[in-house]
């Protein structure tokens, strides 16, 4: 997931003295008389500046349908085309998944509500402790960024226990029946990437102890920004965990890198945008990529994205698959770290997979 947040962002009173000090970005925007970002939210590249996405070059698409049609050959050439798609992408868009459109529209609602609760009452969720399991908040340490990001955030701890949300009414249920549906199509994907490996389909369960697997809510909310082109909805990064699925509310905002250049993504409604996130790509030993991506965004619409992801039970120790290492051709390229320790550098805002990836010999 993306760096560390603050609870609150502190906004510069020289420039923006109508608005309260400490706030959100919905409540900046929705502040009187607020036309400009304040300097603090600009960050120092222009994230649009290195935007050459071909429009030839779209994101594999996966047909989960066919993983269990019955059919062994399909079930066969969907694991290839996964095997491709994570070599050469790191993210792929799935379609023919089980989880209902009513769902993810639901979800999606709860959060709009969320967002939109009084301000006291989101304050009741706001937290430092990063691993606090309900979490509200805002912006990103300056200490690590130099900016603040232009999203507020709902962070709940999924599994292996569910954390419930008291407000808005019944959205814990509907947040908890999500989770639990993405976490089935996460398990099945697994099962196919396991495969994809040349393991037996249970192989990463077991290993990663995903009957206890770390799974995470996290709701980003992206309010209109008059100055699209100088803030960052989540700087670059890479996710931690097994995989992430991503949902939005139909506005565009994520773009992914791919051969040097930032993509824009275009998911198709009613699909879930998965990617390899860091654990895979030890596990695998390098096999499969965790490709960095980020969110910007835009001066017209409110965007909401809701991104899972999914991970190994936090005192699992990962490292490259024994059997895909060979000494001699194909070395580990990865210290063995925990996963609540990875996590802990990683919420530091500290680049943890470089910090762990071994030099090629
Ligand atoms: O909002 C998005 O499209 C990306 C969100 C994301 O990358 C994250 O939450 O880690
Ligand atoms: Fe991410």
């Given at each position: 997931?993306?760096?560390?947040?603050?609870?609150?962002?502190?906004?510069?009173?020289?420039?923006?003295?109508?608005?309260?000090?400490?706030?959100?970005v919905k409540a900046l925007v929705e502040s009187d008389g607020f036309?400009?970002?304040?300097?603090?939210?600009?960050?120092?590249?222009?994230?649009?500046?290195?935007?050459?996405?071909?429009p030839n070059d779209t994101i594999p698409t996966i047909d989960f349908?066919?993983?269990?049609?019955?059919?062994?050959?399909?079930?066969?050439?969907?694991?290839?085309?996964?095997?491709?798609?994570?070599?050469?992408?790191?993210?792929?868009?799935?379609?023919?998944?089980?989880?209902?459109?009513?769902?993810?529209?639901?979800?999606?609602?709860?959060?709009?509500?969320?967002?939109?609760?009084?301000?006291?009452?989101?304050?009741?969720?706001?937290?430092?402790?990063?691993?606090?399991?309900?979490?509200?908040?805002?912006?990103?340490?300056?200490?690590?960024?130099?900016?603040?990001?232009?999203?507020?955030?709902?962070?709940?701890?999924?599994?292996?226990?569910?954390?419930?949300?008291?407000?808005?009414?019944?959205?814990?249920?509907?947040?908890?029946?999500?989770?639990?549906?993405?976490?089935?199509?996460?398990?099945?994907?697994?099962?196919?990437?396991?495969?994809?490996?040349?393991?037996?389909?249970?192989?990463?369960?077991?290993?990663?102890?995903?009957?206890?697997?770390?799974?995470?809510?996290?709701?980003?909310?992206?309010?209109?920004?008059?100055?699209?082109?100088?803030?960052?909805?989540?700087?670059?990064?890479?996710?931690?965990?097994?995989?992430?699925?991503?949902?939005?509310?139909?506005?565009?905002?994520?773009?992914?890198?791919?051969?040097?250049?930032?993509?824009?993504?275009?998911?198709l409604p009613n699909t879930f945008l998965v990617n390899i996130a860091?654990?895979?790509?030890?596990?695998?030993?390098?096999?499969?990529?965790?490709?960095?991506?980020?969110?910007?965004?835009?001066?017209?619409?409110?965007?909401?994205?809701?991104?899972?992801?999914?991970?190994?039970?936090?005192?699992?120790?990962?490292?490259?698959?024994?059997?895909?290492?060979?000494?001699?051709?194909?070395?580990?390229?990865?210290?063995?770290?925990?996963?609540?320790?990875?996590?802990?550098?990683?919420?530091?805002?500290?680049?943890?997979?470089?910090?762990?990836?071994?030099?090629?010999?």
């Amino acid at each position: 997931m993306a760096p560390p947040t603050e609870v609150l962002v502190q906004t510069s009173p020289e420039t923006h003295p109508h608005v309260p000090k400490r706030t959100t970005v919905k409540a900046l925007v929705e502040s009187d008389g607020f036309t400009s970002i304040p300097s603090n939210y600009s960050c120092a590249t222009h994230p649009n500046e290195s935007d050459a996405s071909d429009p030839n070059d779209t994101i594999p698409t996966i047909d989960f349908s066919l993983l269990n049609s019955g059919d062994p050959h399909q079930r066969s050439k969907v694991i290839q085309d996964i095997d491709k798609a994570c070599q050469e992408w790191g993210f792929f868009m799935l379609v023919n998944h089980d989880v209902s459109e009513t769902l993810m529209k639901a979800v999606l609602d709860g959060c709009n509500e969320f967002f939109n609760l009084p301000m006291e009452e989101k304050l009741e969720f706001a937290a430092k402790d990063v691993w606090k399991p309900i979490r509200f908040g805002t912006g990103v340490d300056t200490k690590v960024e130099k900016f603040f990001f232009w999203r507020d955030f709902l962070k709940v701890i999924a599994h292996p226990e569910f954390h419930s949300l008291s407000k808005p009414q019944g959205f814990s249920e509907v947040v908890q029946e999500y989770c639990k549906r993405s976490q089935e199509v996460a398990m099945e994907l697994l099962k196919a990437i396991s495969e994809s490996l040349g393991f037996e389909e249970s192989y990463i369960e077991k290993a990663m102890n995903l009957k206890s697997g770390f799974q995470l809510f996290a709701a980003n909310l992206y309010p209109p920004c008059p100055q699209p082109d100088l803030a960052m909805g989540i700087p670059a990064h890479t996710d931690h965990g097994l995989l992430t699925l991503l949902i939005e509310n139909g506005i565009r905002g994520l773009q992914i890198q791919h051969n040097g250049n930032w993509i824009h993504v275009n998911p198709l409604p009613n699909t879930f945008l998965v990617n390899i996130a860091d654990h895979l790509e030890i596990l695998s030993n390098g096999r499969f990529k965790s490709i960095m991506h980020r969110a910007v965004v835009n001066s017209q619409s409110t965007r909401i994205s809701i991104a899972i992801p999914n991970g190994p039970s936090l005192d699992t120790m990962v490292s490259p698959a024994p059997e895909l290492v060979d000494n001699e051709s194909r070395p580990a390229a990865y210290i063995p770290m925990k996963y609540k320790d990875y996590m802990d550098l990683q919420l530091e805002g500290k680049p943890c997979l470089e910090r762990i990836r071994l030099p090629v010999a």
